[in-house]
């Protein structure tokens, strides 16, 4: 795995929209002494998913809001918030999968600490023949272990 991208993992979606969490992202988002939660922001022009500890700030992401990380089954789930809109929530049809992607510059001390969360296809259209000036395709390129094995 490239040294920019710390963690990458891939998950399918189970019935109501529930989305197993690999560890990691249940051990980044720990806060002593809370339950835990994850915020849900989305960029408006993409519209890909970005979980935070808080509302992410910057002008280009519309936060939602915070959702608990809960046990069921042996496993910590998220399911995303009713609010969402139709576009976002069409992600999230059983069966579906969906990629986690922490990016060493995500894991926040002066900034909010964030995951994306990406459909197959979201992942996909950020290769050769995406926009060329996305810095988050640049980022995806540079991760030899993201890239489809042929």
Do not use: C
Not at 14 to 21: I, S
């Amino acid at each position: 795995m490239s040294t920019e991208w710390e963690e990458i993992a891939s998950r399918t979606i189970r019935d109501n929209r529930k989305v197993r969490t690999p560890d990691w992202f249940v051990e980044l988002f720990a806060v002593d002494g809370m339950d835990d939660s994850v915020f849900w922001n989305y960029e408006k022009n993409s519209k890909y998913i970005v979980l935070s500890d808080r509302p992410l700030s910057k002008s280009q992401y519309q936060p939602v809001t915070r959702t608990l990380i809960y046990n069921e089954g042996g496993y910590r789930k998220i399911r995303p918030p009713g609010d969402f809109s139709e576009v976002l929530l069409s992600k999230f049809f059983e069966g579906n999968e969906l990629f986690y992607l922490l990016h060493r510059d995500m894991r926040g001390e002066d900034n909010p600490t964030s995951v994306y969360l990406l459909t197959r296809r979201e992942v996909l259209d950020l290769l050769p023949n995406g926009n060329p000036d996305s810095d988050l395709k640049s980022k995806i390129l540079s991760t030899p272990g993201l890239l489809p094995s042929i």
